[in-house]
């Protein structure tokens, strides 16, 4: 309960923050006026092609996982769909951890490895749009604000993919490590341990797959494409007079926001981050401002309704959904992959042949 609270509080704030550094100098007239005037055929539009990129990502997961479970496509949607509900019914993101545990639970393949996949599928996401955002610097005079957290950001990711690499490929040197940590750790607690790296880096199996990885960084080029076709109708519709490409760079700029721990649905991250990209362009905070809240309300509109349908899709209540996402984050999330994971770390490759045995068929 405490840690629970802790996570509204920093979101709270943050909120807080964020919302008075998006709402100063704003003209509440212009930004209702911009409001209003937006093209509501073009937005419609661009939420199509928001969707197809959660389509895009549903087939992604499935490739992911597709050497240790054969998964669905719709299956990967409605997971996909019910951790962006939970992201904004909750602080911090904790949306992939609700994923994570459904997909597990459904296919029985184990939290650890689910989330393995998740991982890396974030990780690559950011250099995506790091890379994005890189190519765009070139035409684009990026604020300081946005450099820096790309500088930063680009190490921490670079590291993070290193990490997995040595996972997935290493897997013999790091069963050795294990075992020597665990000659320090009680017997309970290396073997649950020994079952999170386990399994979790059974999740990683496309960085030791070439083609798979192939065809996770095509998968992952083509849906930030569609998703920045998304956000260029977007700056259309409200009449911005900003270039083509700068929806891709406001794409970019938001989701490199993403690194700051958010309240419910990113309210004031999102908003501040979208108006920082738009400055470029947009001298009147006011018109950024009326772009910001509508393209967040459209978004948090898809989320919630396609959301919720896959929570009633799955047959679960809200509070289950909620109780997979805040519990995963401790303790009881290792306890649930080690108690799937083998006893000892050799046991890597039986592991693996079992998870190829999962269940569903491909679509």
Same mark, same amino acid.
């Given at each position: 309960?405490?840690?629970?609270?802790?996570?509204?509080?920093?979101?709270?704030?943050?909120?807080?923050?964020?919302?008075?550094?998006?709402?100063?100098?704003?003209?509440?007239?212009?930004?209702?006026?911009?409001?209003?005037?937006?093209?509501?055929?073009?937005?419609?539009?661009?939420?199509?092609?928001?969707?197809?990129?959660?389509?895009?990502?549903?087939?992604?997961?499935?490739?992911?996982?597709?050497?240790?479970?054969?998964?669905?496509?719709?299956?990967?949607?409605?997971?996909?769909?019910?951790?962006?509900?939970?992201?904004?019914?909750?602080?911090?993101?904790?949306?992939?951890?609700?994923?994570?545990?459904?997909?597990?639970?459904?296919?029985?393949?184990?939290?650890?490895?689910?989330?393995?996949?998740?991982? +890396?599928?974030? @990780?690559?996401?950011?250099?995506? $749009?790091?890379?994005?955002? #890189? !190519? %765009? *610097?070139? &035409?684009?005079? =990026?604020?300081?604000?946005?450099?820096?957290?790309?500088?930063?950001?680009?190490?921490?990711?670079?590291?993070?993919?290193?990490?997995?690499?040595?996972?997935?490929?290493?897997?013999?040197?790091?069963?050795?490590?294990?075992?020597?940590?665990?000659?320090?750790?009680?017997?309970?607690?290396?073997?649950?341990?020994?079952?999170?790296?386990?399994?979790?880096?059974?999740?990683?199996?496309?960085?030791?797959?070439?083609?798979? +990885?192939?065809? @996770?960084?095509?998968?992952?080029? $083509?849906?930030?494409?569609? #998703? !920045? %076709? *998304?956000? &260029?109708?977007? =700056?259309?519709?409200?009449?911005?007079?900003?270039?083509?490409?700068?929806?891709?760079?406001?794409?970019?700029?938001?989701?490199?926001?993403?690194?700051?721990?958010?309240?419910?649905?990113?309210?004031?991250?999102?908003?501040?981050?979208?108006?920082?990209?738009?400055?470029?362009?947009?001298?009147?905070?006011?018109?950024?401002?009326?772009?910001?809240?509508?393209?967040?309300?459209?978004?948090?509109?898809?989320?919630?309704?396609?959301?919720?349908?896959?929570?009633?899709?799955?047959?679960?209540?809200?509070?289950?959904?909620?109780?997979?996402?805040?519990?995963?984050?401790?303790?009881?999330?290792?306890?649930?992959?080690?108690?799937?994971?083998?006893?000892?770390?050799?046991?890597?490759?039986?592991?693996?042949?079992?998870?190829?045995?999962?269940?569903?068929?491909?679509?």
């Amino acid at each position: 309960m405490r840690a629970k609270g802790y996570r509204w509080a920093v979101g709270f704030v943050v909120t807080l923050l964020f919302l008075a550094l998006a709402l100063r100098r704003v003209e509440w007239g212009r930004t209702a006026a911009t409001l209003k005037g937006a093209d509501p055929l073009i937005l419609a539009a661009g939420a199509v092609f928001l969707l197809g990129t959660f389509v895009l990502f549903s087939i992604r997961w499935r490739v992911l996982l597709s050497a240790t479970a054969r998964v669905r496509v719709r299956d990967t949607f409605s997971c996909i769909m019910i951790g962006y509900f939970t992201n904004t019914v909750l602080p911090f993101r904790l949306g992939d951890l609700a994923r994570a545990a459904l997909m597990g639970r459904r296919y029985r393949a184990g939290t650890g490895l689910v989330l393995g996949s998740v991982v +890396l599928e974030r @990780v690559l996401d950011a250099l995506t $749009v790091l890379s994005l955002a #890189a !190519g %765009l *610097s070139f &035409v684009v005079p =990026v604020p300081v604000l946005v450099r820096a957290g790309m500088t930063s950001l680009t190490a921490v990711a670079l590291v993070a993919l290193a990490v997995l690499w040595a996972l997935a490929v290493g897997r013999t040197k790091v069963a050795a490590l294990m075992a020597r940590v665990a000659r320090f750790l009680p017997w309970r607690v290396t073997q649950r341990l020994s079952g999170l790296v386990q399994r979790f880096a059974l999740g990683l199996s496309a960085l030791r797959d070439g083609r798979q +990885l192939v065809q @996770v960084a095509v998968l992952s080029l $083509v849906a930030w494409g569609v #998703a !920045g %076709l *998304s956000t &260029v109708l977007w =700056v259309e519709a409200f009449h911005l007079g900003a270039p083509w490409y700068a929806g891709f760079f406001v794409l970019a700029v938001i989701n490199l926001g993403a690194a700051i721990p958010a309240s419910p649905g990113s309210i004031g991250v999102y908003h501040y981050m979208a108006m920082l990209a738009l400055s470029v362009w947009v001298t009147d905070k006011s018109v950024a401002l009326a772009y910001a809240v509508g393209t967040h309300g459209v978004m948090v509109l898809i989320n919630v309704l396609i959301g919720g349908f896959s929570v009633a899709r799955e047959g679960l209540a809200l509070g289950s959904v909620i109780t997979m996402a805040e519990p995963a984050a401790g303790p009881t999330l290792v306890a649930g992959v080690a108690s799937r994971g083998a006893s000892h770390l050799s046991g890597f490759s039986s592991a693996e042949d079992g998870g190829r045995r999962g269940h569903g068929t491909s679509t």
